[in-house]
């Protein structure tokens, strides 16, 4: 599960590594997302918490939809993002938290 941005920042990344790329390759990726990530959530009704959480941490709000709303769904938030578990590490968000890869 994941806030429906998530398929505006892999397009995103998709364009950013696209010399890296071989050709089909982001439709592919594109196409791949829903068996991914089965079940998208509409950005609008964690937008409020988000917001708050981004504020209180000073950190980017894109970041704080996917706490926001593992927090609504009382669920643990996986990410690699390693600049996000080091702002999470000592706050009540911490729990949460489940570091993949080279966050961990």
């Known amino acids: 599960m994941a806030p429906d941005l998530l398929v505006a920042e892999l397009t ?18 594109l196409e791949a997302l829903p068996r991914v990530v089965p079940h998208l959530v509409p950005s609008l009704p964690p937008a409020q918490a988000a917001y708050a959480i981004a504020a209180e941490l000073g950190h980017p709000a894109y ?42």
Do not use: I
Not at 12 to 29: E, F, I
């Open 12 to 29: 995103n990344v998709l364009w950013k590594y696209r010399a890296a790329l071989r050709p089909g390759q982001a439709a592919s990726a």
């Open 63 to 104: 970041d704080c939809f996917y706490l926001a709303l593992a927090e609504q769904r009382g669920l643990p938030l996986a990410t690699a993002d390693r600049r996000l578990v080091r702002r999470l590490a000592d706050t009540p968000w911490a729990a949460r938290l489940r570091p993949l890869g080279a966050a961990a």
